[in-house]
């Protein structure tokens, strides 16, 4: 019968939980939220078969069903000799599917019925009884929920921006500069021309990357004297924009079209065609934008992060790693590799001495508190986002690894974070690399960071 010849197909495919690797395969493919959703699932499949294959079944054994009472059109080609209790085939099911849901619900809709049918077929072919494979998908489950200890779920949803400002309506683009840095993208293509028919009397500068391109824009506004900034770009180009249109007291238009757009997203900047949208009607509102003097250099402002120590290089390797292995585990595995060649940096954090591996400073609140920062709720409090790793305290490498990787990072005492509108950090030692926005830009031992609310009016 075909219900029998499928029920145990699908019960072969799942052996050693080979159907669920080859969907979360598929999903790595795809890229974006889809990407994130099949690591969860396997790290949450892998979990869950580990706890019942090495734990679970070995504790709790139990004799499989008698095959003389299963139909022979039902029976499996191998019957299992292990532990019945509870079914690993229901749990890895159970358990990808779950974490799939995590990340991407739609895509777990498509899958579940898969599940199911994965999970029943072991009780159709005769080598579970019900009970196995209900527990052994309450395990899966519990086990998916669970990765979200020390993997937190990103919420894409923007943060919280500020109160509405005063900007002008430019319904044609008529005074508005717009900085485009055509290489920034995913692709070789230059947005500009897409600009200029969503904007045909606004201003193109297209930036020369091998030059100076704030002073390529500074001489651009002398030029123009425009009304409003734009920017299409990745972070690096935007933070260069926002820092012109503060001097100027410019609103400032962000057309998303870079490789890296963390502020754009935050923002729920979604498309350039939303962004022409508010610049013809004008409306814009206020958001924080960060600032750090260096060793009493004038202000660099940043709009993401700022960061000392090991955590540019962190950065880095995460980013050069996110593709292949999604974004929280090629963090954590930057995490290792940083750590393990870093050195302690003698420091002082508003006056309290202290020794550190490396510290960040977000502008404004990022979530999770206790985990590697995934997603920004707000951009309208004022707020630096302070976390520094410790280096005084015993053992404090692999303490702060095995915090990470237990979820416990928020009660370990070499983890410091902190909700603040400044900090002040002095080092002891060498001077230190800083890094803001993901670009090193200097090397110092007095910095200074501040929050400066509302400083920005952005189109939106």
């Given at each position: 019968?075909?219900?029998?010849?499928?029920?145990?197909?699908?019960?072969?495919?799942?052996?050693?939980?080979?159907l669920?690797?080859?969907?979360?395969?598929?999903?790595?493919?795809?890229g974006?939220?889809?990407?994130?959703?099949?690591?969860?699932?396997?790290?949450?499949?892998?979990g869950a078969?580990?706890?019942?294959?090495?734990?679970?079944?070995?504790?709790?054994?139990?004799?499989?069903?008698?095959q003389?009472h299963?139909?022979?059109g039902?029976r499996p080609?191998?019957?299992?000799?292990s532990?019945?209790?509870?079914?690993?085939?229901a749990?890895?099911?159970?358990?990808?599917?779950?974490?799939?849901?995590?990340?991407?619900?739609a895509?777990?809709?498509a899958l579940?019925?898969?599940?199911?049918?994965?999970?029943?077929?072991?009780?159709?072919v005769?080598?579970?009884?019900?009970?196995?494979?209900?527990a052994?998908?309450?395990?899966?489950a519990?086990?998916?929920?669970?990765?979200?200890?020390?993997?937190?779920?990103?919420?894409?949803?923007?943060a919280?921006?500020g109160?509405?400002?005063?900007?002008p309506a430019?319904?044609?683009?008529?005074g508005?500069?717009?900085?485009?840095n055509?290489?920034?993208?995913?692709?070789?293509e230059d947005?500009?021309?897409?600009l200029?028919?969503?904007?045909?009397?606004a201003?193109?500068?297209?930036?020369?990357p091998?030059?100076?391109?704030?002073?390529?824009?500074?001489?651009a506004?002398?030029r123009s004297?425009?009304?409003?900034l734009?920017?299409?770009?990745?972070?690096g180009?935007?933070?260069?924009?926002v820092?012109?249109?503060?001097?100027?007291?410019?609103a400032?238009?962000?057309?998303?079209g870079g490789?890296?757009n963390?502020?754009?997203?935050?923002?729920?900047?979604?498309?350039?065609e939303?962004?022409?949208?508010?610049v013809?009607a004008?409306?814009?509102v206020r958001?924080?934008?960060?600032?750090v003097?260096?060793?009493?250099k004038?202000?660099?402002?940043?709009v993401?992060t700022?960061?000392l120590?090991?955590?540019?290089?962190?950065?880095?390797l995460?980013?050069r790693?996110?593709?292949?292995?999604g974004?929280?585990?090629a963090?954590a595995a930057?995490?290792?590799?940083v750590?393990?060649s870093?050195?302690?940096?003698?420091?002082?954090v508003?006056?309290r001495r202290?020794?550190?591996w490396m510290?960040?400073?977000?502008?404004?609140?990022?979530?999770?508190?206790?985990?590697?920062?995934?997603?920004?709720?707000?951009?309208?409090e004022?707020?630096?986002?302070?976390?520094?790793?410790?280096?005084?305290r015993r053992?404090?490498?692999?303490?702060?690894l095995w915090a990470t990787a237990t979820g416990?990072l928020?009660?370990s005492q070499?983890y410091?974070?902190?909700?603040?509108?400044?900090?002040?950090?002095?080092l002891?030692?060498?001077?230190?690399?800083?890094?803001t926005?993901?670009?090193?830009?200097?090397?110092?031992?007095?910095f200074?960071?501040?929050?400066r609310?509302?400083?920005?009016?952005?189109?939106?």
């Amino acid at each position: 019968m075909w219900v029998d010849d499928g029920l145990r197909a699908a019960s072969r495919a799942a052996d050693h939980g080979l159907l669920w690797f080859a969907v979360g395969a598929v999903a790595f493919a795809v890229g974006g939220r889809t990407r994130r959703a099949g690591v969860r699932g396997v790290l949450s499949l892998a979990g869950a078969s580990a706890l019942t294959n090495a734990v679970l079944k070995p504790v709790f054994p139990r004799r499989r069903p008698p095959q003389e009472h299963v139909a022979p059109g039902r029976r499996p080609r191998r019957v299992p000799t292990s532990s019945s209790y509870p079914s690993g085939h229901a749990a890895s099911a159970a358990a990808f599917v779950t974490g799939v849901a995590l990340e991407s619900p739609a895509a777990a809709v498509a899958l579940a019925p898969v599940g199911a049918a994965v999970a029943y077929s072991r009780i159709h072919v005769g080598v579970h009884w019900p009970s196995d494979v209900l527990a052994g998908a309450v395990v899966g489950a519990a086990v998916a929920f669970g990765t979200r200890r020390w993997w937190a779920v990103r919420t894409d949803e923007p943060a919280t921006l500020g109160t509405t400002a005063t900007a002008p309506a430019l319904p044609d683009g008529s005074g508005l500069l717009i900085l485009v840095n055509p290489g920034s993208g995913a692709s070789d293509e230059d947005p500009s021309d897409q600009l200029l028919r969503l904007l045909p009397a606004a201003t193109v500068l297209r930036a020369d990357p091998d030059g100076d391109v704030n002073a390529q824009l500074e001489a651009a506004v002398e030029r123009s004297a425009p009304r409003a900034l734009g920017v299409c770009g990745g972070d690096g180009t935007v933070v260069t924009a926002v820092d012109a249109a503060l001097r100027h007291d410019l609103a400032l238009a962000v057309f998303p079209g870079g490789t890296l757009n963390h502020f754009a997203r935050d923002v729920g900047v979604e498309d350039v065609e939303a962004t022409r949208d508010a610049v013809t009607a004008g409306t814009a509102v206020r958001v924080d934008v960060g600032e750090v003097l260096r060793d009493g250099k004038p202000a660099t402002v940043f709009v993401n992060t700022a960061s000392l120590g090991g955590y540019p290089d962190a950065v880095r390797l995460r980013e050069r790693w996110e593709p292949r292995l999604g974004k929280w585990p090629a963090a954590a595995a930057a995490m290792a590799r940083v750590l393990a060649s870093a050195e302690p940096i003698p420091a002082t954090v508003d006056g309290r001495r202290t020794s550190i591996w490396m510290l960040f400073v977000g502008n404004g609140r990022y979530a999770p508190s206790d985990q590697v920062p995934l997603s920004r709720p707000d951009l309208n409090e004022g707020t630096l986002d302070v976390r520094y790793l410790r280096a005084d305290r015993r053992f404090s490498r692999t303490r702060l690894l095995w915090a990470t990787a237990t979820g416990t990072l928020a009660n370990s005492q070499t983890y410091a974070h902190a909700n603040t509108d400044t900090v002040t950090v002095r080092l002891q030692g060498d001077p230190v690399s800083l890094a803001t926005d993901g670009e090193v830009i200097g090397r110092g031992r007095e910095f200074r960071f501040a929050s400066r609310p509302a400083a920005l009016r952005l189109y939106r």
